[in-house]
């Protein structure tokens, strides 16, 4: 038989929690904010929970006395199982709402899985059968509320008054407060929603959107967001293309990047582009991989539109710069080990960079390098002139999106023979210095 879902107020209702362990910790944290009067019994009570402000703390055994006068509800989380169970005992003696953790067959009542929106509260209970299943479906309903759903309740019970307040019959009662709802709700899924009225759209307006460095989870929600009301999206290589399919299937998708052999579009006609898409109305979304400000000329594209009188924004992403090491397991920064990171593109007309410069700043810290794999033999023979030790960590890596991911590590005097023998193909990411020696386990999800 299922347990029916009680909803009480517990605002100044006494309860006894007996245990002073991180169960119990867990227990008072969901009840307190309820209003609930809490006394905790237990001989050691952990300082978290001690901490927790307006319990009554009792640092001493259980006594029977302590159902005397009888709390309104009480907790057994002692982790003894038999004097658990003893006080479960005594409650039902006593008619007292008692809940025993881990022990269902013990249990006058159930800590549901909860969803907590403001006024919203939906409690989730599989009668003790699979905590993990209640947990699942909270996620589950916890992803279907639009956001702000707390403040919709606030003000529909707003609302509500002053209906009641206008008479009319309760059937038209109903209906209004059935359409404020249905308005409020459509208000907040509205920028989740498809764009479908593009002749409508309004004034365009460009959003640079980096997608970061690998899978389509890695788009932040806002650049999600904009990505699934656009009227156009321009898009790269390198970026996960699940990501075009969250698109509105009549946006408009143009590439331009490079594969297969074909040059990318000059930055000019991308440009150009952008403007005159802009200039048709509605949102068109620069869809980057990585992030738009870092070596990918997203500056340059903000400049354009910001000279054509065209509304933008810019939302980031995660580089390559970091992205690609870490997937590797090479954090740029590590506490002893690096203090710094510089991040350079060996993509460049200055055909004498200074190395010694460059190797001054890989004494105590971590130089990165983009789009420098074709440069590599040059990278390596110039830091080395510029003073670097031969045995100093290197690492050549390509991952996130690309083609070939590879990684291989070397000291920077072996470095490039090492990404030669593996036929590394570009793009990839070079590391210089002692962080590109670790190699910290990443367990995939």
């Not at 008479?167 to 407060?177: C, N």
């Not at 929603?193 to 788009?219: F, H, M, Q, S, T």
């Not at 397991?329 to 004498?352: K, N, Y």
């Amino acid at each position: 038989m299922g347990w029916f879902p009680f909803f009480i107020r517990l605002e100044g209702a006494r309860g006894l929690l007996v245990g002073g362990g991180r169960v119990a910790l867990r227990k008072a944290e969901k009840l307190l904010p309820f209003g609930a009067q809490l006394t905790v019994v237990a001989p050691c009570i952990c300082p978290p929970l001690a901490a927790l402000p307006g319990l009554t703390l009792c640092r001493r055994a259980f006594a029977d006395s302590d159902l005397s006068p009888a709390p309104d509800f009480v907790i057994a989380a002692t982790g003894d199982r038999a004097l658990d169970r003893r006080i479960a005992a005594l409650c039902r003696t006593r008619r007292i709402l008692v809940n025993v953790v881990d022990d269902p067959a013990a249990c006058g009542f159930y800590f549901p899985a909860l969803v907590q929106r403001g006024r919203l509260c939906i409690g989730i209970s599989t009668g003790g059968a699979s905590p993990s299943a209640a947990a699942w479906l909270r996620q589950k309903i916890e992803a279907l509320l639009p956001p702000g759903f707390d403040g919709i309740l606030d003000r529909l019970a707003a609302r509500r008054e002053a209906v009641k307040a206008e008479g009319g019959s309760e059937a038209k009662r109903a209906e209004r407060l059935q359409q404020a709802f249905a308005l409020e709700l459509a208000a907040a899924e509205a920028p989740r929603a498809p764009a479908a009225a593009w002749e409508n759209a309004g004034p365009g307006r460009v959003a640079l959107v980096g997608a970061g460095c690998g899978r389509a989870d890695l788009i932040t929600v806002r650049g999600l967001r904009l990505l699934q009301q656009c009227r156009a999206v321009v898009y790269d290589d390198l970026i996960d293309t699940a990501l075009l399919d969250t698109a509105p299937a009549g946006a408009e998708r143009i590439y331009v990047g490079k594969r297969s052999g074909r040059h990318s579009a000059p930055q000019a006609e991308i440009n150009a582009a952008l403007i005159a898409l802009a200039q048709r109305g509605g949102l068109t979304v620069r869809l980057k991989g990585g992030d738009p400000y870092v070596f990918g000329r997203g500056g340059e594209e903000a400049l354009a539109l910001q000279r054509a009188g065209i509304p933008f924004e810019v939302v980031p992403g995660i580089t390559a710069a970091i992205a690609v090491p870490a997937e590797a397991g090479i954090p740029v920064t590590h506490r002893g080990v690096s203090r710094a990171v510089h991040i350079i593109t060996a993509h460049t007309q200055d055909e004498t960079p200074d190395f010694s410069r460059w190797a001054a700043l890989a004494a105590d810290g971590t130089l990165v390098f983009l789009m420098g794999l074709q440069r590599l033999p040059q990278i390596a023979a110039g830091l080395l002139a510029g003073g670097l030790p031969p045995q100093t960590p290197a690492a050549v890596l390509s991952g996130g999106n690309a083609p070939h991911p590879a990684a291989v590590r070397a000291s920077l005097g072996e470095i490039t023979t090492a990404a030669r023998a593996a036929g590394v193909e570009a793009p990839a990411v070079i590391v210089v210095g002692g962080v590109a020696g670790m190699e910290l386990l990443n367990f995939p999800s």
